[in-house]
Structures are given as structure tokens and as C-alpha cells.
């Protein structure tokens, strides 16, 4: 699982913000006010990478509260541009029997490997799983 440390670099800039370990509400694992983040110190890895990505990208934009779904929506699918690599893809794509194992293999989420095969063109998802390779 290297790749899920390099997943960790890139949010190592976050090393001088202000972190606070507390869940800030019951239906929500992160959250930022607009210069901290709070994560729920309950998540898993691959949560808590997620979480703190995904709460780094609004502090990115100046973001500071709740969020229309369409500027969550958009940050979610940033969330999984960064974090999963076509190169990541590719190398799990051949034996990976689903989502499921595909994110444990890649340090994320399962919705995160989601989101990020739903934003490939027709012809990265041909270079994943060429259409011969499943002829029966």
C-alpha cells in the first residue's frame, strides 16, 4: 500500500493548519470553519486522508460552513482527482475484483475510487479493461 503514503504528501502542506481532533457534528466526520478543519478522531485511515483532503480543498477555495450540493459535488470529485491516479488505476485495474478492493489497494475510500472511475472518458476506461480482455 505505498501509494496511500504518497497520498499522504499531498496534504502535508496542511502540517501548519490548525487540526482540531473532535467530531463537529454527529452526521459529519470533518468540517471547517474556514481556518480549522475538525476530523473525527474515530476515522479510519482512509477515512481521516479523505476527510482531510476533502476539507483542505475548501479551504483551498475560502469555503467556511455548509456547502450547496453542487460545490460539495465538485470538491468531492477534486477529492478523488488528487488522491487516485490514473496511474493508480491502471495498476489495480487487472486484478482487482471490485471498488471495494481497488480502495483498500489505493489507501481511499470506496467512494472515492467510485468518483474517480465515474470521471473517466470512454477511452481511460477502454485503457483499464480493454474490451478483448473480456470477450467470452
Request: with cysteine; aromatic share 6%; hydrophobic share 40%.
Amino acid at each position: 500500500m505505498i501509494s496511500s503514503l504518497s497520498a499522504w504528501g499531498a496534504v502535508r502542506h496542511l502540517a501548519t493548519s490548525l487540526i482540531v481532533w473532535t467530531r463537529p457534528h454527529s452526521t459529519v466526520p470533518a468540517s471547517t470553519d474556514g481556518r480549522r478543519i475538525f476530523m473525527d478522531p474515530g476515522l479510519f485511515q482512509d477515512e481521516a486522508l479523505c476527510a482531510l483532503t476533502h476539507e483542505a480543498i475548501h479551504l483551498e477555495r475560502n469555503h467556511s460552513g455548509c456547502q450547496p450540493p453542487v460545490v460539495e459535488r465538485e470538491v468531492q470529485l477534486e477529492v478523488a482527482r488528487r488522491l487516485v491516479s490514473f496511474e493508480g488505476l491502471k495498476r489495480v485495474a487487472g486484478w482487482a475484483k471490485s471498488p471495494a478492493e481497488m480502495a483498500d489497494e489505493l489507501g481511499v475510500t470506496e467512494e472515492v475510487v467510485l468518483l474517480r472511475l465515474q470521471s473517466l472518458d470512454g477511452d481511460q476506461v477502454q485503457e483499464l479493461w480493454p474490451p478483448s480482455e473480456y470477450i467470452a
